[in-house]
């Protein structure tokens, strides 16, 4: 369109106007005179004149800094290129110094508040003026106020969090009732359990507060309007502010991305992701400085609010922010007149939709001809690509925790009626058990025992049961650190009908008559600063399993995650044990995954669902089965033989002849004779840590992660006393606690230089190697009767995870205008991550292993998986069990062919001194046998290389050489991570993923950077490795190994610094982190119908086997059932009916008919179908 010529000999400055090329210049008093003058003075016969003179003027009235911004300019700029608008912006001075009669005169204004805007001002000027205004005055005195604006959408039946208002306000007590207690607030009669929100009540006013629950670390997120790359804080700070009126509101576990929501009119609406601020308070920027966020699509019913939204405050241009939580979306914020940064194709979008409202409403009356311009949608091409491609689909992936401090427990039976008591409070007789984890309710354990023991002192009679010296370690356990975290201490109390019966060997007194209470106390065992850097680092390297990145990440690993993340077509979820180290591994692997920075209790409380409900991932040691009760007497009566190991016992105690077994047979020879050698080594250590503590050098002495030698000598002389029974016997059970703390010491206090402690290692490691797997079945029969008791629920879950991801199509779409590249752009991968204990991850190993998956003498790949996995001594650390799930589009989606599925398996980080015995896998993803003879069409990596980076996870089969010395080095250890290559390529294992030849400035060739330089072994590439790998051109895509490389050197930008900068957090200079073992692949060519009859069968089994266990339970607590997954109640989707969308009404302002279109409509199609369902997991 061309721009009227009337305006042509306007020349002085003052007021800006666009003109024809989008440029823009000033006018002055008399050129507006000669804009308005007609109308301004009511000469309005004059006019009809020249029709085609006759313009629209369209005033912008709003604060300089506003009205000169790059969004307005872009879209003014757009504005003017319709014919008969005119656009005049009120210069600030006017708009503060002058009074409204003395203010430019408009047809239509666009004027909204900011800080400093005389609003009251603009609303005499709409009043004596009259002009169409876009945004309604009188209801931005509204949105200034969160209470106002909260009333408004509850009354428009938009979803909301629950909150409360706090008004201090001494002439309304009644709305100032505020009870805080530790764990939550009441807000006049509301509470509010923490993580709960706190907003000031001024919408002005951006320090919005967060404040966690204790058992994820207390203190308080502190939100605020953003200052450079920060916009939150992590405050220690526990407790709600004490001056001030405030909204306490539910907080709403968002996955730690928030949407925000730009309208312009009821019918467009423009959506986008952003980090939340909450995360970690670190704004994510582009390379031009601006916060990076990434387009969304809205789903139907959001369409709905933003159209509610829109109508009921009465704002055209309107922003406000949304929460996706649970499958529902919440309003939390709405901030009045908005536009979007950075988005030419949301200017263009804008103008064309102000402008064609602007003439639809005035056009008629100044008799201006126009019609509504119908525009065909921009309909979005997205380039796929043909043959045996497959797409990324889902991961799922159980993961053990990292390193922790020496786990240590004490047990004691009770009897006193004050621990009958506190079972009772806290509802122990329901099931029979109870967890004590609480400060409050450690405190009251702490009271008891204190109690107990004063009492002892004055009378010293038999009344209190309870022996003296349990009592008193009871008490110093719970008063160590001086204070209570959830986090590393707890007490379990189990209901004894009958007292504990005795074990022979240490029969002390006659059998006390009666019930009484198992006491078990638990400490230690928390997540070192090195677990959490290998957490951290895992993530990190995990993020490369995902197709690549786009644009200006294109050469940064694992950006593809990122960006999918964002894009919400990444439906993550992350669940974790209640164990405090299990759920701070699940917060610093996502910290890495994610890249995010800062505090891990943020990321804790936003990214990490806490799966104790349903004993989804959580067990219970002290209540063991049957079969793992016989298991236990069988292990313990064959370890107590001073007879060298005969055939019989091999046969006994290996029978299924894991050579990892029956080498650790080997070093021990004979079991008693090895235990006298362990025991005779463990007195020589505390004797000598006895002999440090009297010396005063190291009096001061601080051992890794702030222990004292102090405690150190208490742990081993509680391992000395424990493990040579009174009778002279071993307590086999407490190899794996020596084993626990030698592999610690050695690790982290080797500057301590005590003698012996690597012949200690040696021999308990052997001890471990047996007892400790065998602990979960020493028969195949036993091994799956255990596992099934302990993650049947687990099994269920992931099998539902396969079956939901090929299910639901409507979870989280990306907006098509921005996928190209993507193979399926509606399509999102599901990720599942699973943090646990040893337990679970030994069970779930033996669910594959024995469970019958597949024949051993049929599948060469799968023999030799086995094999490699019986070789395997220890599932160590941050093991890894990693179910990948992938789709071939080209296959019939009834065909057993569409989906694949693959599993692979790490044992997590590597030992102190197994390098050299560690057992060779056969690498990541190498190829099946039947697909040896497959080609890949090479049109289809034509599609791929010319400009798309963020291809779907393409994969196919590859062959590989049981070694290849070019990349597969032990020892140096580059990332042998993700392999895209053709199947006839037989040399190339591993896909190589960039890296930069740049020293990063961050790590300095000193002795820590030496020890991080550990890290980046094999939890991403090794920088010196990939330096010296040559970059050459491909001649051809046909080129096989060249092609390899294409689809994995991309060109280097943000990779080496990024990267090692982490490391050193939290780092603790005198221990070294050891790297994590690559993941090996078990089998790459499962479909997914297979491993779906193989899980049903198993849950099958298993649920027999667990009912017969629950009859007999029942017996004895008639309302205890074991706690069970049920998964129907856990995942099904909630359906929710959407009303069809009614056709578009004129604005509130006017009474006109209403329209047909108003110009293009939301940029994303509304959903046809006419329900849809929000899945809940």
């Given at each position: 369109?061309?721009?009227?010529?009337?305006?042509?000999?306007?020349?002085?400055?003052?007021?800006?106007?666009?003109?024809?090329?989008?440029?823009?210049?000033?006018?002055?008093?008399?050129?507006?005179?000669?804009?308005?003058?007609?109308?301004?003075?009511?000469?309005?016969?004059?006019?009809?004149?020249?029709?085609?003179?006759?313009?629209?003027?369209?005033?912008?009235?709003?604060?300089?800094?506003?009205?000169?911004?790059?969004?307005?300019?872009?879209?003014?700029?757009?504005?003017?290129?319709?014919?008969?608008?005119?656009?005049?912006?009120?210069?600030?001075?006017?708009?503060?110094?002058?009074?409204?009669e003395?203010?430019?005169?408009?047809?239509?204004?666009?004027?909204?508040h900011?800080?400093?805007?005389?609003?009251?001002?603009?609303?005499?000027?709409?009043?004596?003026?009259?002009?169409?205004?876009?945004?309604?005055?009188?209801?931005?005195?509204?949105?200034?106020?969160?209470?106002?604006?909260?009333?408004?959408?509850?009354?428009?039946?938009?979803?909301?969090?629950?909150?409360?208002?706090?008004?201090?306000?001494?002439?309304?007590?009644?709305?100032?009732?505020?009870?805080?207690?530790?764990?939550?607030v009441?807000?006049?009669?509301?509470?509010?359990?923490?993580?709960?929100?706190?907003?000031?009540?001024?919408?002005?006013?951006?320090?919005?507060?967060?404040?966690?629950?204790?058992?994820?670390?207390?203190?308080?997120?502190?939100?605020?309007?953003?200052?450079?790359?920060?916009?939150?804080?992590?405050?220690?700070e526990?407790?709600?502010?004490?001056?001030?009126?405030?909204i306490?509101?539910?907080?709403?576990?968002?996955?730690?991305?928030?949407?925000?929501?730009?309208?312009?009119?009821?019918?467009?609406?423009?959506?986008?992701a952003?980090?939340?601020?909450?995360?970690?308070?670190?704004?994510?920027?582009?390379?031009?400085?601006?916060?990076?966020?990434y387009?969304?699509?809205?789903?139907?019913?959001?369409?709905?609010?933003?159209?509610?939204?829109?109508?009921?405050?009465?704002?055209?241009?309107?922003?406000?922010?949304?929460?996706?939580?649970?499958?529902?979306?919440?309003?939390?914020?709405?901030?009045?007149?908005?536009?979007?940064?950075?988005?030419?194709?949301?200017?263009?979008?804008?103008?064309?939709?102000?402008?064609?409202?602007?003439?639809?409403?005035?056009?008629?009356?100044?008799?201006?001809?126009?019609?509504?311009?119908?525009?065909?949608?921009?309909?979005?091409?997205v380039?796929?690509?043909?043959?045996?491609?497959?797409?990324?689909?889902?991961?799922?992936?159980?993961?053990?925790?990292?390193?922790?401090?020496?786990?240590?427990?004490?047990k004691?039976?009770?009897?006193?009626?004050?621990?009958?008591?506190?079972?009772?409070?806290?509802?122990?007789?329901?099931?029979?058990?109870?967890?004590?984890?609480?400060?409050?309710?450690?405190?009251?354990?702490?009271?008891?025992?204190?109690?107990?023991?004063?009492?002892?002192?004055?009378?010293?009679?038999?009344?209190?049961?309870?022996?003296?010296?349990?009592?008193?370690?009871?008490?110093?356990?719970?008063?160590?650190?001086?204070?209570?975290?959830?986090?590393?201490?707890?007490?379990?109390?189990?209901?004894?009908?009958?007292?504990?019966?005795?074990?022979?060997?240490?029969?002390?007194?006659?059998?006390?008559?009666?019930?009484?209470?198992?006491?078990?106390l638990?400490?230690?065992?928390?997540?070192?600063?090195?677990?959490?850097?290998?957490?951290?680092?895992?993530?990190?390297?995990?993020?490369?399993?995902?197709?690549?990145?786009?644009?200006?990440?294109?050469?940064?690993?694992?950006?593809?995650?990122?960006?999918?993340?964002?894009?919400?077509?990444?439906?993550?979820?992350?669940?974790?044990?209640?164990?405090?180290?299990?759920?701070?591994?699940?917060?610093?692997?996502?910290?890495?995954?994610?890249?995010?920075?800062?505090?891990?209790?943020?990321?804790?409380?936003?990214?990490?669902?806490?799966?104790?409900?349903?004993?989804?991932?959580?067990?219970?040691?002290?209540?063991?089965?049957?079969?793992?009760?016989?298991?236990?007497?069988?292990?313990?009566?064959?370890?107590?033989?001073?007879?060298?190991?005969?055939?019989?016992?091999?046969?006994?105690?290996?029978?299924?002849?894991?050579?990892?077994?029956v080498?650790?047979?080997?070093?021990?020879?004979?079991?008693?004779?090895?235990?006298?050698?362990?025991?005779?080594?463990?007195?020589?250590?505390?004797?000598?840590?006895?002999?440090?503590?009297?010396?005063?050098?190291?009096?001061?002495?601080?051992?890794?992660h702030?222990?004292?030698?102090?405690?150190?000598?208490?742990?081993?002389?509680?391992?000395?006393?424990?493990?040579?029974?009174?009778?002279?016997?071993?307590?086999?059970?407490?190899?794996?606690?020596?084993?626990?703390?030698?592999?610690?010491?050695?690790?982290?206090?080797?500057?301590?230089?005590?003698?012996?402690?690597?012949?200690?290692?040696?021999?308990?490691?052997?001890?471990?190697?047996?007892?400790?797997?065998?602990?979960?079945?020493?028969?195949?029969?036993?091994?799956?009767?255990?596992?099934?008791?302990?993650?049947?629920?687990?099994?269920?879950?992931?099998?539902?995870?396969?079956?939901?991801?090929?299910?639901?199509?409507?979870?989280?779409?990306l907006?098509?205008?921005?996928?190209?590249?993507?193979?399926?752009?509606?399509?999102?991968?599901?990720?599942?991550?699973?943090?646990?204990?040893?337990?679970?991850?030994?069970?779930?190993?033996?669910?594959?292993?024995?469970?019958?998956?597949?024949?051993?003498?049929?599948?060469?790949?799968?023999?030799?998986?086995?094999?490699?996995?019986?070789?395997?001594?220890?599932?160590?650390?941050?093991?890894?069990?990693?179910?990948?799930?992938?789709?071939?589009?080209?296959?019939?989606?009834?065909?057993?062919?569409?989906?694949?599925v693959?599993l692979?398996?790490?044992?997590?980080?590597?030992?102190?001194?197994?390098?050299?015995?560690?057992?060779?896998?056969?690498?990541?993803?190498?190829?099946?046998?039947?697909?040896?003879?497959?080609?890949?069409?090479?049109?289809?990596?034509?599609?791929?290389s010319?400009?798309?980076?963020?291809?779907?996870?393409?994969?196919?089969?590859?062959?590989?050489?049981?070694?290849?010395?070019?990349?597969?080095?032990r020892?140096?250890?580059?990332?042998?991570?993700?392999?895209e290559?053709?199947?006839?390529?037989?040399?190339?294992?591993?896909?190589?993923?960039?890296?930069?030849?740049?020293?990063?400035?961050?790590?300095?060739?000193s002795?820590?950077?030496?020890?991080?330089?550990?890290?980046?072994?094999?939890?991403?590439?090794?920088?010196?490795?990939?330096?010296?790998?040559?970059?050459?051109?491909?001649?051809s895509?046909?080129?096989?190994?060249?092609?390899?490389?294409?689809?994995?050197?991309?060109?280097?930008?943000?990779?080496?610094?990024?990267?090692?900068?982490?490391?050193?957090n939290?780092?603790?200079?005198?221990?070294?982190?050891?790297?994590?073992?690559?993941?090996?692949?078990?089998?790459?060519?499962?479909s997914?119908?297979?491993?779906?009859?193989?899980?049903?069968?198993?849950?099958?089994?298993?649920?027999?086997?667990?009912?017969?266990?629950?009859?007999?339970?029942?017996?004895?607590?008639?309302?205890?059932?074991?706690?069970?997954?049920?998964?129907?109640?856990?995942?099904?989707?909630?359906?929710?009916?959407?009303?069809?969308?009614?056709?578009?009404?004129?604005?509130w302002?006017?009474?006109?008919?209403?329209?047909?279109?108003?110009?293009?409509?939301?940029?994303?199609?509304?959903?046809?179908?006419?329900?849809?369902?929000?899945?809940?997991?």
């Amino acid at each position: 369109m061309s721009k009227s010529s009337g305006m042509s000999n306007s020349e002085l400055p003052r007021f800006l106007i666009g003109s024809e090329g989008g440029e823009s210049r000033e006018l002055d008093d008399r050129d507006m005179r000669n804009i308005s003058g007609p109308y301004g003075e009511e000469e309005e016969e004059e006019e009809d004149e020249d029709q085609s003179e006759r313009q629209i003027v369209v005033g912008i009235c709003s604060m300089m800094k506003k009205s000169k911004s790059k969004p307005m300019t872009e879209i003014l700029e757009r504005l003017c290129k319709f014919e008969y608008i005119t656009v005049v912006i009120f210069p600030e001075e006017v708009i503060l110094g002058e009074p409204v009669e003395k203010w430019p005169l408009c047809d239509c204004l666009i004027s909204f508040h900011s800080k400093g805007f005389p609003l009251d001002k603009a609303v005499s000027y709409a009043k004596l003026r009259n002009p169409l205004l876009i945004n309604d005055l009188n209801m931005q005195y509204f949105i200034q106020d969160r209470r106002e604006v909260y009333r408004i959408l509850k009354e428009e039946g938009i979803d909301l969090p629950r909150y409360a208002v706090l008004n201090r306000d001494p002439d309304r007590p009644e709305e100032c009732n505020l009870v805080e207690s530790e764990d939550h607030v009441e807000v006049n009669g509301e509470v509010f359990h923490k993580p709960f929100v706190e907003k000031p009540v001024s919408a002005e006013d951006h320090n919005v507060y967060i404040y966690y629950p204790t058992s994820a670390g207390g203190g308080s997120q502190r939100l605020f309007r953003k200052i450079g790359s920060r916009s939150s804080v992590y405050s220690p700070e526990s407790t709600v502010r004490k001056t001030g009126s405030y909204i306490y509101e539910e907080f709403m576990p968002t996955d730690g991305t928030d949407v925000k929501v730009y309208t312009v009119g009821p019918d467009y609406a423009h959506a986008e992701a952003r980090k939340s601020p909450a995360l970690d308070g670190k704004v994510e920027r582009d390379s031009e400085g601006k916060e990076i966020r990434y387009p969304v699509m809205l789903t139907a019913m959001e369409k709905l609010v933003a159209r509610k939204v829109c109508l009921a405050f009465k704002q055209t241009v309107c922003g406000f922010d949304l929460l996706r939580a649970n499958g529902h979306s919440f309003v939390c914020d709405v901030n009045g007149f908005s536009f979007v940064k950075n988005s030419m194709k949301y200017y263009d979008d804008c103008a064309k939709v102000l402008g064609n409202m602007v003439m639809r409403e005035l056009a008629p009356q100044f008799h201006i001809p126009w019609s509504i311009p119908m525009e065909a949608e921009d309909i979005p091409i997205v380039p796929t690509t043909s043959g045996t491609m497959m797409e990324l689909r889902c991961v799922i992936a159980v993961i053990r925790h990292g390193d922790r401090t020496p786990k240590q427990k004490m047990k004691m039976e009770v009897r006193n009626a004050l621990f009958f008591e506190l079972f009772e409070k806290y509802g122990g007789y329901k099931s029979g058990k109870l967890k004590l984890k609480k400060p409050k309710q450690l405190q009251e354990v702490l009271d008891i025992a204190r109690q107990l023991l004063a009492e002892l002192v004055l009378h010293n009679d038999c009344e209190i049961e309870e022996k003296k010296s349990k009592l008193e370690q009871l008490k110093t356990v719970l008063e160590m650190y001086g204070h209570f975290s959830g986090i590393n201490r707890k007490v379990q109390l189990t209901y004894l009908p009958n007292g504990q019966p005795k074990a022979s060997s240490e029969e002390e007194d006659t059998l006390k008559e009666g019930p009484s209470l198992l006491l078990v106390l638990k400490w230690g065992g928390e997540l070192t600063p090195a677990g959490r850097v290998q957490a951290e680092e895992l993530g990190r390297a995990f993020r490369c399993m995902y197709p690549g990145g786009q644009g200006d990440y294109a050469g940064f690993p694992g950006c593809g995650l990122l960006r999918l993340h964002s894009t919400y077509r990444h439906d993550l979820k992350i669940y974790a044990s209640d164990e405090g180290r299990v759920q701070m591994t699940a917060a610093a692997f996502a910290k890495g995954l994610l890249a995010l920075e800062g505090e891990l209790t943020p990321i804790l409380v936003q990214m990490v669902k806490s799966a104790n409900m349903n004993g989804l991932l959580d067990s219970d040691s002290d209540s063991l089965t049957d079969c793992q009760q016989r298991v236990k007497a069988r292990l313990h009566e064959i370890m107590q033989k001073s007879k060298d190991f005969n055939d019989d016992d091999y046969s006994k105690l290996a029978p299924t002849g894991s050579p990892s077994l029956v080498n650790s047979m080997g070093i021990i020879i004979n079991p008693v004779r090895t235990c006298d050698q362990v025991h005779t080594l463990i007195k020589s250590l505390t004797q000598q840590i006895c002999r440090r503590l009297e010396d005063p050098k190291s009096a001061d002495l601080q051992l890794y992660h702030s222990e004292s030698l102090e405690l150190m000598l208490q742990r081993w002389s509680k391992l000395e006393r424990d493990f040579r029974m009174k009778n002279g016997r071993y307590d086999i059970s407490k190899i794996p606690d020596i084993y626990d703390c030698v592999k610690y010491d050695t690790q982290h206090n080797s500057s301590l230089a005590l003698e012996d402690t690597l012949e200690l290692f040696h021999l308990s490691k052997a001890l471990a190697d047996i007892i400790i797997p065998q602990e979960y079945g020493i028969t195949k029969a036993e091994k799956l009767d255990i596992a099934s008791a302990y993650c049947l629920p687990l099994v269920k879950k992931i099998q539902l995870d396969l079956q939901r991801t090929h299910e639901d199509e409507a979870v989280n779409k990306l907006h098509p205008l921005y996928s190209r590249g993507v193979m399926s752009p509606g399509r999102h991968v599901r990720t599942r991550l699973y943090f646990t204990s040893e337990s679970h991850v030994h069970s779930l190993l033996n669910i594959f292993r024995y469970g019958g998956l597949l024949n051993e003498q049929k599948d060469e790949q799968w023999k030799q998986a086995m094999d490699y996995l019986s070789a395997v001594t220890e599932l160590n650390y941050m093991t890894q069990i990693v179910i990948m799930l992938y789709e071939d589009n080209n296959k019939d989606p009834s065909s057993e062919e569409r989906f694949h599925v693959e599993l692979h398996f790490s044992p997590g980080v590597k030992g102190c001194k197994d390098e050299e015995n560690a057992p060779l896998g056969f690498g990541f993803r190498p190829a099946s046998s039947e697909n040896h003879e497959k080609q890949t069409d090479p049109g289809s990596l034509e599609d791929l290389s010319q400009d798309e980076p963020d291809r779907a996870a393409l994969t196919e089969p590859i062959n590989i050489q049981k070694k290849s010395p070019l990349i597969r080095n032990r020892k140096g250890g580059s990332m042998e991570a993700l392999s895209e290559s053709n199947p006839s390529s037989r040399g190339l294992a591993y896909r190589i993923f960039p890296s930069s030849s740049r020293q990063s400035p961050e790590i300095k060739p000193s002795s820590l950077g030496a020890q991080c330089a550990g890290l980046f072994s094999a939890s991403f590439p090794n920088l010196r490795d990939l330096t010296r790998a040559p970059r050459k051109k491909p001649s051809s895509l046909k080129n096989l190994s060249s092609q390899a490389e294409l689809l994995s050197m991309p060109a280097v930008k943000r990779f080496s610094v990024s990267y090692a900068r982490h490391p050193t957090n939290g780092f603790e200079g005198y221990s070294l982190v050891p790297s994590i073992y690559p993941l090996e692949t078990l089998h790459n060519s499962l479909s997914l119908k297979q491993v779906d009859e193989f899980l049903t069968a198993l849950c099958k089994n298993g649920s027999e086997t667990q009912f017969k266990r629950l009859k007999t339970l029942s017996a004895m607590f008639e309302s205890h059932s074991q706690p069970s997954i049920d998964v129907d109640s856990m995942e099904t989707p909630v359906t929710t009916p959407v009303q069809s969308q009614p056709t578009a009404q004129s604005l509130w302002y006017t009474g006109g008919p209403p329209s047909t279109s108003s110009g293009p409509s939301s940029p994303s199609v509304a959903d046809p179908s006419s329900n849809f369902a929000f899945s809940s997991e």
